[in-house]
């Protein structure tokens, strides 16, 4: 055992080089796009109370009953990984007094955690970028917040494989209506229907539309939809999301199918899917949860969220070989030891004044250039004894081939970019 080779836990991954890269262009796109619409990003912590997602995502939905890490901690009190990010914004919401101070818009981006089989884009451990619109009950809440979302997915050249549809689950009243029909229709294929669903036809029977099972799907196929049972609130809150979508400009289409897979969601529910990740289609998606901030103890607060999965985003980037190249470093070659406390100047000087710069621990004139070479390097800048003597360096452009003297003064400007 001793000198077995440790790998990381089943369903996690390192982060390395260009696929960090990846990563961290979708973060900084989605922070500064958040940014661009008034979001102010928030940091929960990464576990939290139980009851944080038993009561948030309800006790029907699988992150629930089949897929949240949990455990006792020493106190005897029960904790759980966060599996996503929405009920713990809305918790931190409460807790800590802003609950008065609404509408309130807040962007976060970090790992989730869920037990279910690892495939293609999914992990036991994930990452997640997401936005929460928390107090505002209008359909100009739910257009922006996806408009948002669609603006991230355009920055990061992804919005030409990606397809918005978009569904209303209504109200508390529209939905009763709804749920019996469903029941009444599921119930009499009860035995056709696969294990889950068959909990489910009591409990939840929405969120048999959202089974994957292809039992499921001959049956769901002829399901009844939502539309009949609007009320006229639920209505007119479905044709204003719809103007103000197209007012936003943006290109949509209605599917009746989409439920969402957590207990929390009202009115609209949205995905924006793709066929270029196989069968995990759905890259951004979220809707409106008028009851999370409630359930968590606060007043009545009507929100509007979405969230995305970094490692779907980063597959869908690698695909389109939209990697962020390296960057690519100045290197400072010291010709002898002579000059090192010269070249360790010069270097610092360099990184001050925001160059990426670089020099070798050890190694003569021409392993430092080969290293140089080796990293991609853009350019070197060789110190020798006549070099240190009149302040100056030899630049020498590693794409060019060309090589310059250039005064250490001017340096910083004649780098600045690269």
């Given amino acids: 055992m001793a000198n077995s080779k440790l790998q990381p836990p089943r369903g996690t991954r390192d982060l390395l080089a260009e696929e960090f890269r990846r990563h961290h262009r979708i973060i900084k796109t989605a922070r500064r796009v958040t940014a661009l619409y008034g979001f102010e990003e928030w940091a929960t912590p990464v576990f939290e109370d139980t009851r944080v997602f038993s009561r948030g995502l309800g006790e029907t939905s699988d992150v629930v009953s089949k897929e949240m890490y949990s455990f006792d901690d020493r106190g005897g009190e029960s ?53 929460e619109v ?19 997915l355009r920055e990061l050249g ?31 294929h009860r035995d056709a229907l696969s294990e889950d669903s068959q909990r489910r036809l009591e409990r939840n029977p929405l969120r048999i539309i959202d089974s994957k099972e292809a039992q499921d799907r ?64 759905t890259v951004l998606a979220g809707g409106r949860y008028d009851g999370l901030v409630e359930e968590m103890g606060g007043p009545p607060t009507p929100s509007v969220g979405w969230a995305a999965g970094v490692e779907r985003l980063a597959l869908l980037m690698e695909g389109a070989g939209l990697t962020p190249p390296a960057p690519r470093l100045v290197v400072v070659v010291p010709v002898s030891e002579n000059e090192q406390p010269a070249a360790l100047s010069l ?30 390097a853009r350019a070197a800048l060789i110190l020798g004894e006549t070099e240190v003597a009149q302040g100056v360096a030899q630049l020498r452009d590693l794409d060019a081939g060309t090589q310059e003297e250039i005064a250490w003064a001017a340096l910083p400007a004649r780098l600045a970019g690269g």
Avoid at 100 to 126: C, D, H, I, S, T
């Fill in 79 to 131: 904790l759980t990984l966060r599996p996503e990010g929405t009920a713990g914004v809305c918790r931190a919401l409460v807790s800590n007094g802003l609950a008065q101070a609404l509408p309130r818009k807040v962007f976060y981006a970090g790992p989730m955690f869920r037990y279910e089989r690892p495939q293609a884009g999914r992990y036991r451990q994930f990452h997640q970028i997401g936005a």
């Fill in 218 to 281: 001959a049956l769901v196929a002829d399901a009844p939809t939502i539309a009949p049972f609007l009320t006229a609130a639920a209505q007119a809150h479905w044709d204003a999301l719809r103007r103000h979508l197209d007012g936003f400009g943006l290109p949509w289409r209605e599917n009746p199918r989409i439920v969402r897979g957590l207990d929390y969601y009202s009115h609209t529910a949205f995905e924006f899917i793709t066929d270029r990740l196989g069968a995990q289609g």
């Fill in 158 to 188: 992804l919005d030409a494989g990606v397809v918005l549809e978009v569904n209303t689950l209504g109200d508390a009243e529209s939905r009763a209506g709804y749920r019996a029909a469903l029941i009444a229709h599921f119930a009499a």
């Fill in 347 to 376: 270097l610092q000087s360099l990184r001050e004044a925001g160059v990426a710069a670089e020099m070798a621990y050890r190694g003569n004139l021409k392993r430092r250039m080969e290293r140089a070479n080796k990293q991609g």
């Fill in 134 to 152: 928390l107090g505002a009950a209008e359909p100009l809440a739910d257009a922006e917040a996806i408009s948002c979302g669609h603006h991230i």
